[in-house]
């Protein structure tokens, strides 16, 4: 069993910034990619930003030049720095780890999910 323990959403005005953080625990083997998901209302759930084990990072136009994802291996953890917010950020963000298990079979695992809500 693997848990995700996500922190740091909140209400923030518009141009401010807010740092999330994910925590994965248990049974983990390998942990390759890890990254940030939101879903607003009515939308479906899209990438955010991600991260491979090697550190290349991925993020969604949206959000270039303005978030940062980054990892601490040791702690299998990985944050989002969000910064210059707009409302358009409002969401659920969700931190997705990609596990190689032995054998090589990747499974994925979910956190529960933060709120950030920007007001304008």
């Known amino acids: 069993q693997v848990q995700l323990v996500e922190s740091g959403g909140g209400l923030v005005q518009a141009g401010g910034s807010l740092r999330l953080s994910c925590v994965a625990s248990?049974?983990?083997?390998?942990?390759?990619?890890m990254g940030w998901y939101r879903q607003a209302p009515g939308k479906q759930r899209e990438l955010v930003a991600d991260i491979t084990s090697g550190s290349s990072t991925n993020y969604a136009d949206s959000v270039k030049g303005r978030f940062t994802i980054s990892r601490d291996n040791a702690r299998n953890a990985v944050y989002l720095q969000m910064n210059s917010l707009k409302p358009e950020d409002t969401a659920v963000y969700y931190c997705k780890i990609v596990d190689y298990k032995l054998g090589g079979l990747p499974v994925n695992y979910w956190g529960q999910g933060t709120q950030v809500t920007v007001s304008s």
């Open positions: 248990g049974s983990i083997f390998s942990i390759n990619t």
